[in-house]
């Protein structure tokens, strides 16, 4: 871990940030007392779950060929007849 005078760490910021990214910790002091510790961001992932891939399920599930054919006409009564759905003047 190395120290650096708060001047010298303005300077270097961005070298000082790299170093920081790849695993270094760095004290920033004033006047030879330490004030900050630039230290790496850890990415952390909540209660051990994997993080989800793409494609996690490809082969497990299909689709059907009529997956966006038009409804039957009973079921689009239904729709149209507000079984479904109750009618808007039933709302207070």
Known sequence: M??????EAKK???KLAEGAASGEEIDIAK????????VPIEAKVSD???????????GKY?????????L???VLALFHEGA?????????
């Open 48 to 58: 051990n779950r994997q993080p989800c891939k793409l494609g996690l399920f490809a």
């Open 84 to 92: 479904l759905f109750p009618d808007e003047s039933d709302k207070p």
């Open 12 to 14: 270097h910021s961005s």
């Open 62 to 70: 299909t689709i059907p060929d009529d997956f966006d054919a038009p």
């Open 72 to 74: 039957p006409d009973e």
């Open 2 to 7: 190395e120290t650096f005078n708060i001047r």
């Open 31 to 38: 006047a030879g007392k330490p004030m900050a510790k630039l």
